[in-house]
Nanobody, 112 residues
Framework: HVQLVESGGGSVQAGGSLRLSCAAS????????MAWFRQAPGKEREVVAG???????SYADSVRGRFTISRDNAKNTLYLQLDSLSTEDTATYYC???????RGQGTQVTVS
């Protein structure tokens, strides 16, 4: 049974930081390309970061230099470090397995 569970969201002031986690179960996360995306009310989904099975990373221009994607293979967990947050980053953040877009339930990030 494949499952992705995000956590770590919350409310933070502009300029602050958060660390999101995505715990995978039912498969080995490091074998797959994984991504974080976000969606705000009334806006289209935006993929913000990705990491492939070799550990290579990519970022949307809107977050490059502020967000960092990483994974802990021993814990089968994906992370997204969010720094220098702005109100524009307010959204629900999801982790997803790229090959089939399997995603978790999301975690809310609110920046004020």
């Amino acid at each position: 049974h494949v499952q992705l569970v995000e956590s770590g969201g919350g409310s933070v002031q502009a300029g602050g930081s958060l660390r999101l986690s995505c715990a995978a179960s039912g498969y080995t996360g490091s074998d797959y390309c994984m991504a974080w995306f976000r969606q705000a009310p009334g806006k289209e989904r935006e993929v913000v970061a990705g990491i492939d099975s070799s550990g290579s990373t990519s970022y949307a221009d809107s977050v490059r230099g502020r967000f960092t994607i990483s994974r802990d293979n021993a814990k089968n967990t994906l992370y997204l470090q969010l720094d220098s947050l702005s109100t524009e980053d307010t959204a629900t953040y999801y982790c997803a397995r790229v090959v089939d877009d399997y995603r978790g339930q999301g975690t809310q990030v609110t920046v004020s």
